[in-house]
């Protein structure tokens, strides 16, 4: 009985392929192992997002040198040169994954990382209740001067409608009550295929069964030539009001050096038209700091970007230079610099977002219980907003719906 482990880095889509790669697995002889000192054969799923997720990856092979090790994700399909030594399964393989693991437990280092459409609706996953997290494309229309992510998701490519109906019912048979849709950029869903986001969010709101779901993130560019239609879509109760639209930056000038295609200004204006429809939606964004054409100019009007939407989530990272990217060329600004310009944003995130969670105050309503908290007796919720709400309870949640009142 030969045991695997699956370790994995970055974003919900890695999570979703690492799922389809257990599933395939255990259904060809393979035993899962709770972790990894228990396993025959470890396969760690990669992120090249950020130098902060690479260097994960090496301080974990590092750690588990004497394991059999397989290497997957896009890191090594963007690097596959860094790890000549070990097994490999790019992003368009890993259907192949136990051709993969099998050869390497003989002493074969098999290499697959050719570019193929693949449609990975067709792999079953082996879900984690209560959530099913369903990729629904890959790939963008654009190529970003700092995006890494671009180069190892080069093919863009939309998964049709009736895979996604059936991984939706496959999950409400299931009971698995909370459905993420996920991929590299979900604004250019359908575009090679004839249809567009709102199109498959009707297709899914005809759908019978309980069921939630979180659209994932959608770049504002393209948004904008569909968005109002978007938001009808949006209207069936059953989808979170949850909109992850990342602006990177205040500043029109490091948005053009960006290659982003889009103004602060027009990205506003898809924020103002979530406001008037949603008021109390969600509204999640990622900011980049310390770009290397980021003067202070600059940096102020992101401060100021930032305290005129009041997000409710805010991802912030430092750049950080990616290979082979067109910003890896540039001279980055001191390091000093960066870390102060983004310790002002955390702080002044911090303080907005307070201010903010007031309104929530005396809310009373249904919530479903997504995971366990991370103290003792504590459950993390979602209400309709994907707002997230902390219950506590001596009693297992997960999955169940409580209705709360919000008293701090």
Known sequence: MVKYHIITFGCTLNKSESLRMKYLLSNSGYTWADNPEEADIIIINTCTVKGLAENKVYRTIRKLKNKKIV????????????????????????????EVVDKA???????????????????????ESPIKIIPIQEGCLWRCSYCATKLARSLMQSFPPRYVYQEIMDAVRKKLPIIYLTGTDLAVYGF????????????????????????????????????????????????????????????????????????????LELVEKIEKRYPYATIATDIIVGYPTETEKDFKETLELIETVKFDILNISRFWPRSKTEAAKLKPLPSEVVKKRSKKVKELFSKLAIEKNKRWLGWEGWI????????????????????????????????KFVKVRIID
């Open 71 to 98: 290497l997957a994700g896009c890191l090594v399909q963007h690097q596959p040169e860094k790890f000549k030594d070990y097994p490999l399964i790019g992003i368009y393989n890993i259907d192949k994954v136990v």
């Open 105 to 127: 437990l003989h002493g074969e280092n098999l290499k697959l990382l050719g570019v193929r459409n693949i449609n990975k609706l067709k792999i079953p996953s082996l879900d």
């Open 192 to 267: 090679d295929i004839g249809i567009k986001l709102p199109d498959l969010l009707r297709g899914i709101s005809n759908l019978d069964g309980t069921f939630f779901i979180r659209v994932g993130m959608a770049n504002p560019g393209i948004l904008n030539m569909f968005f109002d239609d978007l938001l009808k879509a949006y209207k069936d109760p059953r989808i979170f009001k949850f909109f992850h639209i990342p602006v990177q930056t205040g500043s029109n000038k490091v948005l053009q050096d960006m290659k982003r295609r889009y103004t602060v200004e027009q990205f």
């Open 368 to 399: 479903i219980i997504e995971s366990l908290g991370k103290f003792g007796n504590t459950w993390i919720g979602r209400n309709f907003a994907y707002k997230q709400i902390i219950v506590k309870s001596d009693k297992s949640l997960l999955g």
